[in-house]
């Protein structure tokens, strides 16, 4: 290749190269809108399930339906999978019963049970009526177990082998067998009443002689996940052990069912999301949620903010006459408040973060907060020392300088250790830290600020 010359994929922005091509979009709108079928297949057909899941998602509910309806039978169980919960439901009902019952037979039972969980008994039975009698009994008993446990998210297809078994044993059983995963990575080793007592990595399996036997090729890690367990503790065990798979036990200790490491990092991403949506107060939405419905789940938090921020006008309003002698404090109180809040977000989120991950512990967590505390008296003190020079040349009080300052230090100080001990604090009573700790840090930020700078003008400037 000459130099200046490009391949295809530098011609791309590195932010637009998973991104749906804008272009095709158009060609498959286009397509839709003159009723062509055969031309809207042939666009759709290079792309992955979890781009036609965006593309179902990016288009308006009118467009969607005439979409689904005019790709028919081309429609892959892979996309329902793959799509959002807020408008799975709706692409379901769209879908005509017979291409539904045939992408639901293309999936694995884990998603299967996944779709299963959000949808209405009437849309749950279509699906179940869809399924092969043996797959139908293994959904409908993985739906028996808890909501959000390891139960809900393993897939009942695994493969498994007999402790004395051998390489060339097990090999020529996953060759005849018609039933085996679309996806797996390992080979389970069970004792004669069913118990996993350890697995071989395809890897390993493939690269051993047939005579070898199939226990001295056992991974050195190895954990087995009960089928109650917590899906947040799964995916945990997934990241903090580095598992690919992992296979799921019942109470007598018999091998269920499977988990693999993406539906562990599914889990992992949907904590995440979660978290950062439940700091901010807008609750679970999604971008294709309804106006009522957004608007339903942001209301609690605006109300409680509203509580909040009266309490701080309380404070504030002890200080009328320290304001109205000194007006210069109602120019600079926001700013106060303001640092104060932006401080006590940094060490929040910081905490929520350590706590979901279980690096903050009562281990280190003494140890967490005086690092926190002690950030926020040295960020105080350099701001103490802009603000009090800005407050001397702005307006020209000196001690006006020095209050400000005095009262950025504490707020800081203050910020740093309630956004690391309210979270702490929330969590050991039980209480989610990300969905309740932004309103108690932001109301001890403002209330502290506003009484720390007006109660020491009042007492300086006065």
Same mark, same amino acid.
């Given at each position: 290749?000459?130099?200046?010359?490009?391949?295809?994929?530098?011609?791309?922005?590195?932010?637009?190269?998973?991104?749906?091509?804008?272009?095709?979009?158009?060609?498959?709108?286009?397509?839709? *809108?003159?009723?062509?079928?055969?031309?809207?297949?042939? %666009?759709?057909?290079? #792309?992955?399930?979890?781009?036609?899941?965006? #593309? #179902?998602?990016?288009?308006?509910?009118?467009?969607?339906?005439?979409?689904?309806?005019?790709?028919?039978?081309?429609?892959?169980?892979?996309?329902?999978?793959?799509?959002?919960?807020?408008?799975?439901?709706? +692409?379901?009902?769209?879908?005509?019963?017979?291409?539904?019952?045939?992408?639901? @037979?293309?999936?694995?039972?884990?998603?299967?049970?996944?779709?299963?969980?959000?949808?209405?008994?009437?849309?749950?039975?279509?699906?179940?009526?869809?399924?092969?009698?043996?797959?139908?009994?293994?959904?409908?008993?993985?739906?028996?177990?808890?909501?959000?446990?390891?139960?809900?998210?393993?897939?009942?297809?695994?493969?498994?082998?007999?402790?004395?078994?051998?390489?060339?044993?097990?090999?020529?059983?996953?060759?005849? !067998?018609?039933?085996?995963?679309?996806?797996?990575?390992?080979?389970?080793?069970?004792?004669?009443?069913?118990?996993?007592?350890?697995?071989?990595?395809?890897?390993?399996?493939?690269?051993?002689?047939?005579?070898?036997?199939?226990?001295?090729?056992?991974?050195?890690?190895?954990?087995?996940?009960?089928?109650?367990?917590?899906?947040?503790?799964?995916?945990?065990?997934?990241?903090?052990?580095?598992?690919?798979?992992?296979?799921?036990?019942?109470?007598?200790?018999?091998?269920?069912?499977?988990?693999?490491?993406? *539906?562990?990092?599914?889990?992992?991403?949907?904590?995440?999301?979660?978290?950062?949506? @439940?700091?901010?107060?807008?609750?679970?939405?999604?971008?294709?949620?309804?106006?009522?419905?957004?608007?339903?789940?942001?209301?609690? $938090?605006?109300?409680?903010?509203?509580?909040?921020?009266?309490?701080?006008?309380?404070?504030?309003?002890?200080?009328?006459?320290?304001?109205?002698?000194?007006? !210069?404090?109602? +120019?600079?109180?926001?700013?106060?408040?303001?640092?104060?809040?932006?401080?006590?977000?940094?060490?929040?989120?910081?905490?929520?973060?350590?706590?979901?991950?279980?690096?903050?512990?009562?281990?280190?967590? $003494?140890?967490?907060?005086?690092?926190? +505390?002690?950030?926020?008296?040295?960020?105080?003190?350099?701001?103490?020392?802009?603000?009090?020079?800005?407050?001397?040349?702005?307006?020209?009080?000196?001690?006006?300088?020095?209050?400000?300052?005095?009262?950025?230090?504490?707020?800081?100080?203050?910020?740093?250790?309630?956004?690391?001990?309210?979270?702490?604090?929330?969590?050991?009573?039980?209480?989610?830290?990300?969905?309740?700790?932004?309103?108690?840090?932001?109301?001890?930020?403002?209330?502290?600020?506003?009484?720390?700078?007006?109660? %020491?003008?009042?007492?300086?400037?006065?």
């Amino acid at each position: 290749m000459t130099t200046g010359e490009t391949t295809p994929e530098t011609d791309v922005s590195s932010d637009d190269v998973y991104n749906l091509d804008r272009k095709r979009v158009a060609q498959i709108l286009f397509a839709l *809108d003159r009723d062509d079928r055969d031309t809207l297949v042939d %666009l759709m057909e290079p #792309l992955h399930p979890a781009d036609i899941a965006d #593309l #179902l998602e990016q288009v308006n509910s009118f467009d969607r339906g005439r979409l689904i309806r005019l790709y028919g039978r081309e429609f892959d169980g892979d996309i329902l999978s793959e799509l959002d919960d807020s408008i799975r439901e709706e +692409v379901i009902t769209a879908l005509n019963p017979q291409v539904l019952a045939e992408a639901v @037979r293309e999936l694995d039972s884990d998603d299967v049970v996944d779709l299963l969980e959000d949808l209405e008994e009437p849309q749950q039975e279509a699906i179940l009526g869809a399924l092969e009698d043996s797959d139908r009994v293994a959904v409908e008993q993985s739906l028996r177990y808890p909501e959000n446990s390891a139960g809900r998210l393993m897939q009942r297809e695994v493969v498994m082998a007999p402790e004395h078994w051998t390489v060339g044993q097990a090999i020529d059983h996953m060759r005849e !067998a018609e039933d085996l995963p679309e996806q797996f990575y390992h080979v389970v080793v069970v004792d004669p009443r069913v118990r996993p007592i350890g697995q071989v990595t395809l890897g390993r399996l493939m690269s051993a002689r047939r005579t070898t036997p199939l226990m001295d090729l056992l991974e050195e890690t190895f954990q087995i996940i009960p089928a109650d367990q917590d899906e947040e503790d799964v995916a945990y065990a997934f990241n903090q052990y580095h598992l690919i798979s992992a296979p799921v036990v019942d109470d007598d200790g018999r091998l269920v069912g499977a988990i693999t490491i993406d *539906d562990a990092m599914i889990v992992l991403d949907e904590e995440h999301e979660e978290d950062i949506l @439940r700091l901010a107060g807008v609750g679970d939405g999604s971008l294709s949620d309804k106006v009522s419905e957004t608007t339903k789940q942001r209301f609690p $938090w605006l109300a409680v903010n509203l509580v909040t921020a009266i309490f701080a006008s309380m404070v504030i309003a002890q200080f009328e006459a320290t304001i109205a002698q000194f007006v !210069a404090l109602a +120019v600079l109180m926001p700013i106060v408040a303001s640092m104060g809040g932006n401080a006590g977000t940094q060490s929040l989120t910081v905490a929520v973060r350590a706590l979901a991950t279980r690096d903050l512990t009562g281990a280190n967590v $003494w140890r967490v907060i005086r690092r926190e +505390v002690l950030v926020g008296l040295i960020n105080g003190g350099i701001f103490a020392v802009v603000m009090g020079i800005i407050g001397v040349i702005w307006f020209g009080t000196p001690m006006l300088g020095v209050v400000i300052g005095a009262a950025m230090v504490i707020n800081l100080v203050v910020a740093g250790l309630a956004g690391t001990v309210i979270p702490v604090i929330l969590d050991r009573i039980g209480v989610d830290p990300a969905l309740a700790s932004g309103a108690f840090v932001t109301t001890v930020t403002d209330v502290v600020g506003f009484f720390a700078f007006l109660g %020491l003008a009042g007492a300086i400037l006065i």
